[in-house]
C-alpha cells in the first residue's frame, strides 16, 4: 500500500515507537522503490544543505523519491518543499508516534499532504508470521510449549501485538535494552530526571 502510494506522487508519515519497525520499514521500502524507474534519495547527513539538494533533485525534473527517518529535524526542508512544490518529488518519512503526534498541526498548517501509516500493531497475518519465525529459529524459550493458538493470544495480550513488546519480553532481547539506555542515559544524568 505504501509503495503504491508513493509510486502515486502521494507523500508518506509512517510512524511509530521506538523498536516498531518504522526505520525497518524505512529500510525495506529503499530498495522496493529502487526498482522503480526513479530516482531514489535518502537524507543521511542531517546537517547538510539539504535544502540545495531539494532544489536540485527538483530542478532535474526527474521522478523522485526523497526518505527522511527522524523528520522532526528537518522542519525547515518540509517548508521549503511546500514553498517549492515539486511536482517530480515525492517525500517518505518517518517518525516517533509522539514526535509526529506534536508536529501533524504543524505539517497541517504548512499545506503539507500527506498519508499515515502506523507501524505499532501487528496485523493478525503479521502476527501468524512473527510466530512461526520465532518457532523456526527456536526463540520461544520457556514459552516454546504452547500450542501456536496460544502463542498468537500471548502476542495479543501480552505484547499488545507490538514487535518491541514481543522482542523485550521473548528475545529479552540485548539489542532493545542497549538502545533505551542510550536513549535515557543522558537522563540519568539529572537526578530529578532519574527519579522521575
Same mark, same amino acid.
Given at each position: 500500500?505504501?509503495?503504491?502510494l508513493?509510486?502515486?506522487?502521494?507523500?508518506?508519515?509512517?510512524?511509530?515507537?521506538?523498536?516498531?519497525g518504522k526505520?525497518?520499514?524505512?529500510?525495506?521500502?529503499?530498495?522496493? !522503490?529502487?526498482?522503480?524507474?526513479?530516482? =531514489?534519495?535518502?537524507?543521511? %547527513? $542531517? *546537517?547538510?544543505? @539539504?535544502?540545495?539538494?531539494?532544489? &536540485?533533485?527538483?530542478?532535474?525534473?526527474?521522478?523522485?523519491?526523497?526518505?527522511?527517518?527522524?523528520y522532526?529535524?528537518?522542519?525547515?526542508?518540509?517548508k521549503?518543499?511546500?514553498?517549492?512544490?515539486?511536482?517530480?518529488?515525492?517525500?517518505?518519512?518517518?517518525?516517533?508516534?509522539?514526535?509526529h503526534?506534536?508536529?501533524?498541526?504543524?505539517?497541517?498548517?504548512?499545506?503539507?499532504?500527506?498519508?499515515?501509516?502506523?507501524?505499532?500493531?501487528?496485523?493478525?497475518?503479521?502476527?501468524?508470521? !512473527?510466530?512461526?519465525?520465532?518457532?523456526? =529459529?527456536?526463540?520461544?524459550? %520457556? $514459552? *516454546?510449549?504452547? @500450542?501456536?493458538?496460544?502463542?498468537? &493470544?500471548?502476542?495479543?495480550?501480552?505484547?499488545?501485538?507490538?514487535?518491541?513488546?514481543?522482542?523485550?519480553?521473548?528475545?529479552?532481547s540485548?539489542?532493545?535494552?542497549?538502545?533505551?539506555?542510550?536513549?535515557?542515559?543522558?537522563?540519568?544524568?539529572?537526578?530529578?530526571?532519574?527519579?522521575?
Amino acid at each position: 500500500q505504501i509503495i503504491e502510494l508513493v509510486k502515486d506522487s502521494s507523500n508518506i508519515v509512517i510512524f511509530g515507537e521506538l523498536g516498531n519497525g518504522k526505520s525497518l520499514m524505512m529500510n525495506e521500502l529503499l530498495p522496493a !522503490l529502487s526498482v522503480e524507474p526513479c530516482d =531514489v534519495y535518502t537524507l543521511i %547527513e $542531517k *546537517s547538510g544543505d @539539504s535544502i540545495s539538494d531539494l532544489e &536540485k533533485i527538483s530542478a532535474s525534473g526527474r521522478k523522485s523519491i526523497v526518505m527522511i527517518d527522524d523528520y522532526e529535524s528537518q522542519l525547515d526542508l518540509l517548508k521549503h518543499f511546500v514553498v517549492l512544490a515539486p511536482n517530480n518529488i515525492t517525500l517518505a518519512l518517518s517518525a516517533r508516534t509522539s514526535d509526529h503526534e506534536r508536529l501533524r498541526p504543524i505539517l497541517g498548517e504548512m499545506g503539507f499532504e500527506f498519508n499515515e501509516f502506523n507501524v505499532d500493531f501487528l496485523s493478525p497475518m503479521e502476527s501468524e508470521q !512473527l510466530v512461526k519465525i520465532l518457532n523456526h =529459529v527456536g526463540m520461544w524459550g %520457556e $514459552k *516454546s510449549h504452547l @500450542s501456536h493458538v496460544r502463542k498468537m &493470544k500471548y502476542l495479543e495480550r501480552d505484547n499488545q501485538m507490538q514487535i518491541s513488546l514481543a522482542l523485550l519480553t521473548i528475545f529479552e532481547s540485548p539489542q532493545m535494552l542497549k538502545r533505551i539506555k542510550e536513549i535515557i542515559s543522558d537522563e540519568f544524568d539529572d537526578l530529578e530526571f532519574k527519579n522521575t
